[in-house]
T-cell receptor, first 109, second 112 residues
Framework: DAKTTQPNSMESNEEEPVHLPCNHS???????IHWYRQLPSQGPEYVIH???SNVNNRMASLAIAEDRKSSTLILHRATLRDAAVYYC??????????FGTGTSLTVIP | NAGVTQTPKFQVLKTGQSMTLQCAQD?????MSWYRQDPGMGLRLIHY???????DQGEVPNGYNVSRSTTEDFPLRLLSAAPSQTSVYFC???????????FGDGTRLSIL
């Protein structure tokens, strides 16, 4: 299964945009890119997913590189509530999800 | 909407005891899975199922059994609890294909 690489931790100031990177150089053509986040003491929560094109929803935007070897989760205006561990996951169609260790985001007031 | 329901929320066991963690979903999802999360770590896949009667192993299946007799339920059985199985256990479900997973609130399990 293709793996992802994320920084262990990042910091952002409150109300500023946050760009969370993810490298997935061994991605295959049928792998979808999923992002989840986990708030302290809670289960993971779906954020966004996509295949090739950039995606937007009410929580975030997903920017996918043209060669699909990397992607960036964009939080447009960080709030204290966005402090969490963010996981970038590749999922082949119909296959299982494998979580890595994620990026721990700290939001500074 | 109930979503994914896990019971119990907390459990303390003694080494060697067995128990079953329950997971139920009311969304008619085909795909269900169990993860464990050790302190400060990411989630690791234990077992998963792509439909009733079909299960398969994930990354860390040793010491755990699963079955899927109905679409709704996917119980996880610890055969003989060991302190190394102290962890938080999450159940998740999703529709077939590439739909997002929905997670339960977790079961916090301590084994003494």
């Amino acid at each position: 299964d293709a793996k992802t690489t994320q920084p262990n931790s990042m910091e952002s100031n409150e109300e500023e945009p946050v760009h969370l990177p993810c490298n997935h150089s061994t991605i295959s053509g049928t792998d979808y890119i999923h992002w989840y986040r986990q708030l302290p003491s809670q289960g993971p929560e779906y954020v966004i997913h996509g295949l090739t094109s950039n995606v937007n929803n009410r929580m975030a935007s997903l920017a996918i590189a043209e060669d699909r070897k990397s992607s960036t989760l964009i939080l447009h205006r960080a709030t204290l509530r966005d402090a969490a561990v963010y996981y970038c996951i590749l999922r082949r169609f119909g296959s299982q999800f494998y979580f890595g260790t994620g990026t721990s985001l700290t939001v500074i007031p | 909407n109930a979503g994914v329901t896990q019971t119990p929320k907390f459990q303390v066991l003694k080494t060697g005891q067995s128990m079953t963690l329950q997971c139920a979903q009311d969304m008619n999802h085909e795909y269900m899975s169990w993860y464990r999360q050790d302190p400060g770590m990411g989630l690791r896949l234990i077992h998963y199922s792509v439909g009733a009667g079909i299960t398969d192993q994930g990354e860390v299946p040793n010491g755990y059994n699963v079955s899927r007799s109905t679409t709704e339920d996917f119980p996880l059985r610890l055969l003989s609890a060991a302190p190394s199985q102290t962890s938080v256990y999450f159940c998740a479900s999703s529709s077939w294909g590439n739909q997002p997973q929905h997670f339960g609130d977790g079961t916090r399990l301590s084994i003494l």
